[in-house]
C-alpha cells in the first residue's frame, strides 16, 4: 500500500504541476454542461457549488449500455454487487452498500423493494431514454431527503427534440461469456422511439424496448436436463424485461409542463436442480421439477411544471405515482414433456408509493442573493407476504405484513455571492416522520473561482438514513438460523466534508487539460447491522443501532485531450473504518482503518474521415478488506479479517456512423480479463484456529465472463 500512495501523491503532483505551466496557456474560460441536480436552477458545472460528475448520452452510447449496471461498472468508487441467483445487480459506495445510495429519475426517487431510490436493481433502469447522468458523491440530505447519505444518481431523461420528426430503432446481439445462439442462448435488445414535435409549443414521445437475457449456463446444463445430479438449470438465471414510457410536453415562454408514463414488466425464472420421479406405472418412470417464477410489475407517472409564478417566481412542482408488484408463480415442470402443470401464482411483495415535491426561488431578484424554498410529501404503502419470508405480530402468529411510512419535509437553500468568484449556500430541512423521531438535515456549501481557471469548493452536510422494511419487519427462523427484525430501530445519522479542486487549462496547440482533486470524510453514526445475539443453540442475529463507521477517500480525476484523441485517468484510495459492537457477548472489534485501491481510465479516439470511434475503458478495483463476525472451532463468537481480492475490469468498443449519420453500428466486448469470480478470504486464508469460519475461502459472483455485442441502430430525423 505504501507504494500505492507514493505512486498515487507522485501522479497528483506531476499533473498538477503540469497544469501549472503559463507560458502555453491561452484561455481558462470555456462553456461547461449544464446540470439541475441539487441546483437552484440549471447552471453550468462552474457555477455548481456541488461537485457533479456527468455521465454524457456519448459515454452510454460507447459502452453500449442497456442499463445502469453496464454504465456504473467503470465508475471510480462505486462497486457494482451482482446475483445471480435473482439476477439484481446493486451499487456500493465508500463501502455503504445501496440503502445509502439514491437514484432518482428527474429528480424523482425511484420505487424499489425495501424503499424509495434506495437498493435499485441497476438492471430494472433502462437508459434507452436517457440525456445524461449526474452524481454527487456525499451526504446530499438537505435537497433530497433520507438515505441520501453517500451520494446521488439523477438520470435526466429527454425531453423534446430538435426536429419535427424524430424515429430511431435498435438491435443488439450479445453474447453472455462463449454462449449464444439466437432465441435460447445470450443477451437480445430491440427498441424503438418515436419523437414528434406538433409546433413549438407541443411535444410527444413514445418508446419501447425489450432486453431478452438466456441466462449463463457456465457449468449447468438448463432447464430440460433430465439427469439427477445437481446440473440441471443456470448459473444466472434467464430473465425478459420490458420497457415502455410515453411523453407529453407543453412548453410556451417561461412555463412548461410535461407528464411522463413508463412500465416495467420482468419475468426471471428459477429451476430447481432436484428432480423428482413421478409414479407413471406401468410406464417407464418420469421426472419433475418444483420450479419458479418471479415476475415484477412496475408503473411510473410523473406529472412536472415550472415556469415564473407572478411574473417573478421561479416555481418547479412534480407529483408522482408509482406502484410495484413482485409475483412468484410455482409450478412444476415434466422434464419428459416439456409441460407445466400445478401452477399457483401469488403476490408476494408490493409497495405504492405517492410522492410530490416543489421549489419556489428567485424572491430577491438579484445576482447577489438567492433563496430556494420546498417541500417533500412521501407516503409509502408496503406489504410484504409469506413468500417473501415469515412475519410474526406480538403473539407471535403468522401474519402478512402491511405498513404506510409516511414523511411530511420542509427544506430551505440560500445562495449567496459574495463576489463574482466567492459564493455560499447553507442549507436546512425538517422532516415530520410517521413511525420514526422527526429527523432534519442540514449543508454548507462554498466555492471560489481564483485565477488560471482554479476552481475550489468545501461541502459539509448532515443527512440521515431512515430503517428499510426488511430490517424493521423481517422473521426468518429455521434449524440453522434465527434472524429478527427490529420494530424500535431508529435512523442512522451521518456528517460528510468534502474538499474539491478543479482546474481546467487550454493550451496554444488545441489541447486541453483538466485536474479534479477532491478528499472526502463521511461519519456515520448509530449505524443498523445484523448482529450476532447469541451462539447457542443456534446463531442468533438482530438488526441493531450499534455500529459506527468512518471513511476517507482521496480521488483525482485527470482528463486531456488533443484533436480527435481523449485520455481520462482517475485514482482514489478509500480508507473505512467499522466499529461492530457485539454487546451481548462483550465482543468488539478492532475500528482500525482498511484501505482499498482503485483506478479508471479510458482512452477515445475519432477519425473524422471514417465517421469511426474507437473507445477503451479499464478499471482496477484493489484488495478490500472488513471484520466479520463468526464463530471459531469451540462455537465461541470471534472476529475475523475478511478480504476481497483485487481484479480488473476492461470494456472495448468501435462505433460508425453511415448513410449521413442515420445508420450506427457499434462493435465491442466488455469483461476482456474474462473475469466470473473474485475469491473473498476469511482471515486471509492463515487463521491458527481453523474452524469453518475461519479461514474459509468463498467466491464473490462478478460476470459471467468475456462477452461480445453487436448494436444497430438507425435514426430518421425529418423536419
Known amino acids: 500500500m505504501k507504494i500505492k500512495i507514493t505512486f498515487f501523491a507522485a501522479f497528483l503532483f506531476s499533473t498538477y504541476s ?29 457555477r455548481s457549488v456541488f461537485n457533479v460528475r456527468v455521465i454524457s448520452k456519448e459515454d452510454i452510447k460507447q459502452l453500449a449500455a442497456n442499463n445502469l449496471s453496464d454504465v456504473l461498472n467503470q465508475y471510480l468508487n462505486i462497486t457494482i454487487q451482482n446475483s445471480g441467483s435473482d439476477g439484481r445487480s446493486t451499487v456500493s459506495m465508500f463501502g455503504l452498500d445501496s440503502q445509502y445510495f439514491k437514484i432518482l ?13 434506495t437498493n435499485v436493481d441497476l438492471t430494472q433502469v433502462n437508459l434507452d ?48 461469456g462463449n454462449e449464444f445462439a439466437f432465441f435460447d442462448k445470450g443477451r ?68 412548461r409542463v410535461f407528464y411522463k408514463f413508463d412500465y416495467y414488466g420482468e419475468n426471471v425464472d428459477y429451476y430447481d436442480p432436484i428432480l423428482n ?3 407413471n406405472y406401468p410406464f417407464p418412470e418420469t421426472y419433475f421439477a418444483r420450479d419458479k417464477r418471479y415476475l415484477t410489475n412496475r408503473f411510473y407517472h410523473h406529472l412536472n411544471a415550472n415556469g415564473k409564478l407572478f411574473s417573478k417566481l421561479n416555481f418547479n412542482v412534480s407529483v408522482s405515482h408509482q406502484k410495484q408488484e413482485r409475483d412468484v408463480e410455482k409450478f412444476n415442470y415434466q422434464i419428459e414433456t416439456k409441460q407445466e402443470f400445478g401452477n399457483v401464482r401469488e403476490t408476494y411483495q408490493s409497495k405504492e408509493v405517492l410522492y410530490s415535491t416543489g421549489t419556489l426561488s428567485n424572491f430577491f431578484n438579484s445576482k447577489k442573493v438567492d433563496f430556494q424554498l420546498g417541500y417533500e410529501i412521501t407516503n409509502e404503502n408496503g406489504f410484504y407476504g409469506g413468500s417473501a419470508g415469515t412475519f410474526f405480530d406480538d403473539n407471535l402468529q403468522q401474519v402478512e405484513v402491511r405498513k404506510r411510512l409516511e414523511n411530511y419535509d420542509i427544506f430551505t437553500v440560500a445562495e449567496i455571492n459574495l463576489s463574482d468568484k466567492f459564493s455560499i449556500r447553507p442549507g436546512l430541512r425538517y422532516s415530520i416522520q410517521s413511525a420514526f423521531e422527526d429527523q432534519y438535515a442540514s449543508s454548507l456549501g462554498l466555492r471560489y473561482l481564483f485565477k488560471k481557471g482554479l476552481e475550489v469548493r468545501g461541502s459539509l452536510g448532515k443527512s440521515y438514513r431512515i430503517p428499510n422494511f426488511d430490517e424493521l419487519y423481517t422473521y426468518m427462523v429455521d434449524t440453522n438460523h434465527n434472524i429478527q427484525g427490529n420494530p424500535n430501530l431508529v435512523p442512522e445519522n451521518s456528517t460528510s466534508y468534502e474538499v474539491s479542486f478543479k482546474r481546467s487549462c487550454y493550451f496554444d496547440s488545441g489541447a486541453q487539460l483538466a485536474n479534479n482533486f477532491a478528499v472526502t470524510f463521511l461519519d456515520v453514526d448509530d449505524r443498523i447491522d445484523m448482529v450476532l445475539t447469541h451462539t447457542v443453540p443456534s446463531l442468533n442475529y438482530r438488526y441493531v443501532n450499534i455500529n459506527k463507521y468512518k471513511m476517507w477517500n482521496v480521488s483525482t480525476a485527470e482528463q486531456y485531450s488533443y484533436k480527435n484523441l481523449n485520455i481520462k485517468v482517475g485514482v482514489a484510495v478509500v480508507g473505512i473504518s467499522r466499529k461492530l459492537d457485539l454487546a451481548a457477548l462483550n465482543l ?87 473475469i466470473t469470480n473474485v475469491q473473498s478470504v476469511q482471515n486471509g486464508g492463515t487463521d491458527s484456529t481453523g474452524g469453518a469460519h475461519a479461514a474459509g475461502n468463498t467466491d464473490l459472483l462478478l460476470g459471467y465472463g468475456r462477452s461480445y455485442f453487436l448494436k444497430l441502430t438507425y435514426n430518421l430525423n425529418l423536419n
Open 588 to 674: 468488539t472489534s478492532d475500528d482500525k482503518f482498511l484501505y482499498s485501491f482503485q483506478l479508471n481510465s479510458s482512452i477515445s479516439y475519432n477519425i473524422p474521415k471514417w465517421n469511426t470511434l474507437f473507445a477503451l475503458y479499464y478499471k482496477y478495483n484493489g484488495q478490500q478488506q472488513q471484520f466479520v463476525a463468526g464463530t471459531d472451532t469451540d462455537g465461541k463468537a470471534k472476529f475475523f479479517l475478511n478480504q476481497i481480492q483485487p481484479y480488473s475490469w476492461m470494456d472495448a468498443s468501435v462505433r460508425r456512423l453511415f448513410f449521413k449519420n442515420q445508420f450506427e453500428v457499434t462493435f465491442g466486448a466488455r469483461n476482456l480479463f474474462d
Open 105 to 117: 429519475v428527474d429528480n424523482i426517487p425511484l420505487v424499489s423493494d425495501t424503499g424509495m431510490g
Open 277 to 279: 420421479p413421478q409414479d
Open 18 to 46: 503540469f497544469a501549472q505551466q503559463k507560458d502555453t496557456i491561452v484561455s481558462q474560460e470555456k462553456l461547461s454542461e449544464v446540470v439541475v441536480t441539487g441546483q437552484l436552477g440549471p447552471q453550468s458545472i462552474k
Open 188 to 255: 437480445h435488445i430491440q427498441s424503438a422511439k418515436v419523437a414528434n414535435n406538433f409546433n413549438k409549443n407541443w411535444f410527444v414521445n413514445i418508446g419501447g424496448n425489450r432486453n431478452d437475457f438466456a441466462g449463463f449456463y457456465d457449468n449447468k446444463e438448463g432447464k430440460d436436463y433430465g439427469i439427477n445430479n445437481g446440473l440441471r438449470g443456470y448459473s444466472w438465471l434467464p430473465k425478459e424485461q420490458l420497457v415502455g414510457n410515453a411523453l407529453i410536453g407543453y412548453q410556451k415562454d417561461n412555463f
Open 129 to 176: 431514454d436517457i440525456e445524461r447522468i449526474e452524481i454527487i458523491e456525499g451526504s446530499m440530505g438537505v435537497t433530497h431527503g433520507a438515505n441520501a447519505v453517500s451520494g446521488i444518481l439523477n438520470i435526466i431523461t429527454k425531453k423534446g427534440g430538435g426536429y419535427k420528426w424524430q424515429i430511431s430503432a435498435t438491435v443488439q446481439e450479445e453474447t453472455v
